[in-house]
């Protein structure tokens, strides 16, 4: 399994088990998966142990069915069937208050069945695409919409994400907006020279970096373009993209086409703990995504005092409050090479970019998750 993703959630639920009289158990379901499919990415999730310990946290793994793409309209449903009997035991060994989950679908879905089954209250967390691009699906948005009228709470993670959310059928008085914190102890400022340094990134110039999965709604491609465009001003210019995806292949056609093989660069997916250097020895940080629920890239670049270039969708206009944290643009070409010559033409106080982000930290988020989680306890006895 990939321990690079959902770390925004690992780092909600450790500090909420950290926080006086909590008792903290995590089920992450994983699907039973064939042998003979040749799906690597749910072969490995099937390999995992039925428990281990992260940290200090216990982590369940209950197996239930799953068949790709195939199974999506039921993978809820078998979620939730494949999670009942450890949640019955656990819950009579140690009676549960409540359920926090994350995910509206399927995840939120099998937690409020399951919450149901177990008489106990259920607060689902909306990330992003789970109310952003799944409510489209005809056969998953009406179990949306049931998930959202269930919950006895609901968080959204900006306030975009709740308009959405409402939009779908959510109603807006049991919906609290507790963004993100960011990782205060592994984000922050380091030296320019030194971040170079370390990377072995020895050319001179503007440097750009994009951190996301290489897929179209991520927006790279519009970078890529714009970036050719700015180059043009920026002789020096370089952007590096970090992560993976089947769509690589064709941003790395698309820079070849455009001359930029030498500028535009691929080092793949990066270990979380190296993102820190990435962000400092970069002068601009982009994202220019289709769709977005709160962004952690954002957060992270800000903590590290690297401004943002971003598009203004989902919550990022909600991170760049202020034009002292970055550039707000649309999701064209020309808009986001503007943007860009914008911020490299800036000067930034990094200090205060990264001050002002790193001081919403995840003990802060636990505290809000806490008080939400404690009222739907109270309510529903």
Same mark, same amino acid.
């Given at each position: 399994?990939?321990?690079?993703?959902?770390?925004?959630?690992?780092?909600?639920?450790?500090?909420?088990?950290?926080?006086?009289?909590?008792?903290?158990?995590?089920?992450?379901?994983?699907?039973?998966?064939?042998?003979?499919?040749?799906?690597?990415? +749910?072969?490995?999730?099937?390999?995992?142990?039925?428990?281990?310990?992260?940290?200090?946290?216990? #982590?369940?793994?209950?197996?239930?069915?799953?068949?790709?793409?195939?199974?999506?309209?039921?993978?809820?449903?078998?979620?939730?069937?494949?999670?009942?009997?450890?949640?019955?035991?656990?819950?009579?060994?140690?009676?549960?208050?409540?359920?926090?989950?994350?995910?509206?679908?399927?995840?939120?879905?099998?937690?409020?069945?399951?919450?149901?089954?177990?008489?106990?209250? #259920?607060?689902?967390?909306?990330?992003?695409?789970?109310?952003?691009?799944?409510?489209?699906?005809?056969?998953?948005?009406?179990?949306?919409? +049931?998930?959202?009228?269930?919950?006895?709470?609901?968080?959204?993670?900006?306030?975009?994400?709740?308009?959405?959310?409402?939009?779908?059928?959510?109603?807006? =008085?049991?919906?609290? #907006?507790?963004?993100?914190?960011?990782?205060?102890?592994?984000?922050?400022?380091?030296?320019?020279?030194?971040?170079?340094?370390?990377?072995?990134?020895?050319?001179?110039?503007?440097?750009?970096?994009?951190?996301?999965?290489?897929?179209?709604?991520?927006?790279?491609?519009?970078?890529?373009?714009?970036?050719?465009?700015?180059?043009?001003?920026?002789?020096?210019?370089?952007?590096?993209?970090?992560?993976?995806?089947?769509?690589?292949?064709?941003?790395?056609?698309?820079?070849?086409?455009?001359?930029?093989?030498?500028?535009?660069?691929?080092?793949?997916?990066?270990?979380?703990? =190296?993102?820190?250097?990435?962000?400092?020895?970069?002068?601009?940080?982009?994202?220019?995504? =289709?769709?977005?629920? +709160?962004?952690?890239? #954002?957060?992270?670049?800000?903590?590290?005092?690297?401004?943002?270039?971003?598009?203004?969708?989902?919550?990022?206009?909600?991170?760049?409050?202020?034009?002292?944290?970055?550039?707000?643009?649309?999701?064209?070409? =020309?808009?986001?090479?503007?943007?860009?010559?914008?911020?490299?033409?800036?000067? +930034?106080?990094?200090?205060?970019?990264?001050?002002?982000?790193?001081?919403?930290?995840?003990?802060?988020?636990?505290?809000?998750?806490?008080?939400?989680?404690?009222?739907?306890?109270?309510?529903?006895?």
């Amino acid at each position: 399994m990939d321990r690079t993703l959902g770390i925004f959630i690992y780092q909600r639920t450790v500090h909420l088990a950290s926080r006086p009289g909590n008792e903290v158990a995590v089920v992450s379901p994983v699907p039973y998966f064939p042998r003979w499919l040749k799906t690597e990415r +749910w072969r490995t999730a099937s390999t995992l142990a039925d428990f281990e310990s992260i940290g200090e946290l216990p #982590v369940y793994h209950p197996r239930y069915a799953l068949l790709p793409k195939i199974s999506m309209p039921v993978h809820a449903l078998s979620m939730y069937l494949g999670s009942l009997a450890l949640c019955k035991a656990l819950h009579k060994r140690s009676r549960f208050d409540c359920i926090d989950a994350h995910f509206v679908y399927p995840d939120g879905l099998a937690a409020v069945l399951l919450g149901k089954a177990l008489s106990i209250p #259920v607060t689902v967390s909306a990330r992003g695409t789970d109310v952003n691009l799944y409510p489209s699906f005809r056969l998953i948005r009406p179990m949306i919409r +049931w998930t959202l009228h269930e919950s006895a709470a609901l968080i959204a993670v900006s306030r975009a994400l709740k308009e959405k959310m409402v939009e779908v059928g959510g109603a807006a =008085e049991k919906i609290d #907006v507790i963004p993100n914190g960011v990782d205060a102890t592994l984000f922050r400022q380091i030296s320019q020279k030194d971040a170079r340094a370390k990377l072995n990134l020895t050319e001179d110039g503007p440097l750009l970096l994009s951190v996301g999965s290489l897929m179209p709604s991520k927006g790279h491609e519009l970078l890529i373009r714009a970036s050719e465009l700015v180059r043009r001003q920026q002789a020096g210019l370089r952007l590096y993209i970090l992560g993976d995806g089947a769509f690589r292949g064709e941003l790395e056609s698309l820079a070849l086409k455009l001359g930029l093989q030498d500028c535009v660069k691929f080092p793949g997916k990066r270990p979380n703990e =190296e993102l820190p250097t990435w962000f400092s020895a970069a002068d601009i940080s982009c994202l220019a995504s =289709e769709r977005e629920g +709160w962004p952690n890239v #954002v957060t992270e670049s800000l903590a590290c005092g690297t401004p943002v270039v971003g598009a203004r969708v989902g919550g990022i206009p909600e991170i760049l409050h202020s034009p002292e944290l970055g550039v707000l643009v649309e999701r064209t070409v =020309e808009s986001i090479a503007s943007g860009i010559e914008r911020a490299l033409s800036k000067r +930034w106080n990094h200090e205060r970019i990264s001050s002002e982000t790193r001081a919403r930290t995840w003990t802060t988020v636990a505290a809000e998750v806490e008080a939400v989680l404690a009222r739907q306890v109270r309510t529903y006895k």
